[in-house]
Every structure is written in C-alpha cells, then in structure tokens.
C-alpha cells in the first residue's frame, strides 16, 4: 500500500478497550479522531472467539465488576449499542481445603454470604456484613479517588465529609495491610480470609505484601455489590459495543494499521506512521494505548524521550507470566463442592497459606507444582456461551516472574489440569477441545501484554498511582506535548474499566480549553521537565 498522508485533531493508538473510550470521549468533544489498531479487529484483551464449533471463549479478559462500576463506561451507556451484561447464579466459589470437599461462597446476597460465613465460624457472617455497610459508606469517594489523576481532591475531601478524619485515619491504615494480616483481623475462620485473598490474587501482589488487602477488598466489595458480570455473547460485544459508541460520536475505526512511528517537532507530537504505509498528519493530540516500553522505546525517536526516563524505564516490571487454558466441555463440571457449580468465577488451588507458598514459588522461580488459579464456568455465567447443558470453561495462572518458555507453560498447564481433576473429579472425561494460551501467545495477539503480562505491568506499589509507569506524575500527560498515556500502563492500571483511556483523552481536551489550556500546559510541562531533569548523579 502506497503512502497516505492526511490530518486529523487526534489519533489513537491502539484499539484495546482504553483506545476506544478515548475515541469516543475525543470525538464527542467534536475532534477529528481516527483510531489506529495492529490486529484484525478491536478490544485488545477484550476479545472473544468460537475456538471450538459452539462454543464462545473469551481469549482474555472474562469478569468484570471493575466495569460494571466504573462510572466512565456507564457514561457512555453502552446498553444503547447493544451491551448486556450476563450474571451466574452465584459470584464465585473458593474451594476449601484440603481437597475442595466444600466451598466457601460469595451470593448475589450479602445475607446469604454472611450465613454461609457463619456456618464455618460464627461471627464471620456478621464481620461481613460489617465489611459491606463501611463499603456502602466510603465506595463512591474511594472509587472517584482511586479514577482520577493525580493529585486526587475531591474523593479524599468526600471520604473525610462522610466518615471524619479519625475514621479516615483507620482506613488508611486498613488498605495498607497485606491481605493475610486484613484477613486475620477481620474473621476467625478460612472462609472470609479466602474472600479476601483469592480476590487480591486477580493482581500480582504478593499477598504478605502491601497493597494486596486493599485490591482484595477492592474486588471482593465490589463483587458483592454488583456481581462479577460478563458480557452476553462474549466479551467482545463490550469492545463491539465501545467501538460502535466510538463510530456513533464520529471516531473513524482502522483496523490492520499498526503505528511503526510517532513524529515530534519542537516537543510536540505532529504526526503517525503506520506499517502499511499511512500517515496522519496531527493537530492536537495522540493518545497512546501501548505499552510503557513500547511507546518509549519503539514508538518515539530516542532524542524525544528524556534520558532519565530512559533510564526509569530499565527498572520498570511487567507483571508476573499468564498461562492461560481453555476447555469446551461436555457437561457441567463436576465439583467435588456441589455449591460451586453455580458460581461464575472461581479461585481454585490454595489456601491461604497456600497462596503465600505458591507466590513464593513465582517469586523464586519455580513452576508451581500445585497452581492457584482463576476459572471461569463461561457457560454458566453467560448460557449464550455453549450448547444447553455444556460448559465453555476459562483459567488462567503464572508462571514464575521472568519464565515464559513454552516447555514451562507446557508442564504448568497439566498441573493446572491435574488440579481440576483433584477437585472435580472426571473433569478431563468432560472434555471435547483444548486451548492453550502460552506467555508467547498472548503477547503475539496483544504486544501489550508483555511477556504475558495481565495489567500491562505489575500492580506492585512501587509501580503504581505516582510510579505508574515510572516516578512521573500519576497522570495521562507525558514529556512529549500533545501525547497522552492511555493504556493500562497509565494509572490506575489494569482492569477493564475505561479510565486511563478517559484520563487521557480528558487531558488532552483539557490542554486545548480556550483560557485554561494554554496555562495547564505550562504547569504540567515545567513539572514534567523538573521531573527528568537529567540527574547528576547519574552522570
Ligand atoms: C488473560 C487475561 C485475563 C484478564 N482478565 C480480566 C478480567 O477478568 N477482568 C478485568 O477487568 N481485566 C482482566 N484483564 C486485564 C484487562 O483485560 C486489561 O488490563 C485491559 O484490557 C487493558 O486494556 P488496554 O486498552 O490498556 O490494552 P489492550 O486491551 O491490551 O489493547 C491494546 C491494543 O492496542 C493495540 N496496539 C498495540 N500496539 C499498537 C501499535 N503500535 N499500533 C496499533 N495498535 C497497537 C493492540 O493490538 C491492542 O488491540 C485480563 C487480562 C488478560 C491478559
């Protein structure tokens, strides 16, 4: 294809679900948008596949009560383009040990979770109850704090309105606890602690490491109050959906057009090149959902980048390998606990001191002999997934941080099968088809998920809020003017939520306000400028 050159106010970079909520946001502020995907379609990690004839998979991402309450992809009322979301009779199950004889549930019904508690250790439903009326309290200041760039204002001075500072002062101290001690404080039995912990695994803290109680509260909250939702038919009606709010606001969708290169005059972002020969000339603002590394390295000339930020990016982690197994199966699954089988998601594997054995394995370099992992009944959530009666079926779990070689992902996939067997016994019996999604294969989709990286780098303290992606700002902007973070690289990071993208895309309108803008534009670059002045002790 020959070269095409034309201008636009904005291009995106990318068409993972981040892309596209920028897209839309850009294009209903009545920009020009043109959006820019390698692959053959959109949704990044929000794509879904008939692998098997019948049956639907969802390739990546599956559960999505991040979604469900992120007010950005409730703003862009997706119902309209054709989203519904599709609940299992239950949350998600945890299988107890020693051999999963029973589970521990989360219900729709915070009552009937707490019974539950209670039948394993009394005053355990009670102390959940509890857990879930602070929720009720401080969910909506905490979730604005936690989906706003830095510095947060309004939902820290909402939270200290609503529960006072002595209150504040307590939470704080709660959301740093490693999960296991969060666990210890709040119940007496294995139950509660297991809601806690198998919720903080969906990131790649270590659970006797902070911040791992407050993503397991996170998850587990928010599980309780708006079910862990898949999309009807797949996820990627959630990105067909996005895309076709995105088109509808006047966004211009290009599939099959990967950027090979982003121009910069005079420290501003001018153009994009694509590898199949197309240029955009740009008049305002690119937004990039790619990788950290990626859009430093690979996309920007070397000299555009300050060399401290180059040297920032030496030190930045991807999150811990995934190997991902999906099984189309002939029945329902046959759980050793009856009281799984109407759950739609699962943690399966460990204890809690068992999760801390196996973290140790992937932080030492060992492919676990006994796998924790995160399952999906698809079929059971969502009965658009599979023929009456079957079960689309979906996990994944990690391979040892820096292990990504296929004979690894091979061994570590049967003993994720060998796991299954021991808790469901005559679950290989049920299966017609298997796919496996090796380290490699997930970032030969997606070079986002690096290395096979699920959060487009770890969720670690040390990378998050103002270390996201490296020491900076915690916000969209970056030291190119005009170019905008808005992967999930960028704060608040992974998860299927919007909000990067919508950080993104609000700083970019923000810059180009009538009297405003220019005097944002002036403070954000002087800071980022102080940022990566070139330190001289590195020199
Ligand atoms: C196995 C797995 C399971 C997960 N499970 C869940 C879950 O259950 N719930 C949840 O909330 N989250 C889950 N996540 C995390 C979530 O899916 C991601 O954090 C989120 O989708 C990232 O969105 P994104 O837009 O930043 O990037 P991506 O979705 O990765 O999209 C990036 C897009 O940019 C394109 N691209 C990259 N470089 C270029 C380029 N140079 N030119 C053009 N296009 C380019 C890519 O092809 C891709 O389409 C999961 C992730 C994985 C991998």
Redesign the pocket.
Known sequence: MGSTVRTVDAVV???????LVAAAVLADAGWDVCL????DG?????RSAELHPGFVTDL?????P??VASPILRALELDRHGLRWAHAPSVLAHPLPPDGQRAVVMHRDPEKTAAGLDEEAPGDGEAWLRLCRQWDAVSEPVLRTLFTSFPPVRGPVDLLRRIGTADALRLARFLALPVTRMGEELFHGEGGRLLLAGNAM?ADIPPLAPPSGAFGWLLAMLGQEHGFPTPAGGVGELAVALARRAAAAGAEICTG????RIDVRGGRVVAVH?AAGLSLKVRRAVVA??SAP?LYGD?LPPDAVPPRLHRDLERFEWDTP?L?VNWALDGLIPWRATEATGAGTLHVGADVAGLVRWDTDLETGVVPERPFMLFGQMSTADPARSPAGTESAWA?THLPRGVTDAASADLLAERVDAVLEAHAPGFGDRVLARFVQRPSD?QDA????GGGA???GTAQLFQQFVFRPVPGLGRAETPVGGLYLG???AHPG????GV??WLAARAALGEHRRLAGPVRRRITSAALELLYRDDRSAR
């Open positions: 970079v990318g068409g993972g679900h981040h892309g820019l995907e390698a692959s959109v949704g990044g990690a929000v990546y991402s599956a559960f999505h991040l979604a969906h057009q990967r950027v090979e694509t959902d790619v990626a996309l995934v991902k994944y997930l997606d070079p986002n998920l699920v959060n487009g992967s999930a690289a992974g998860g299927v939520h990067c993208g």
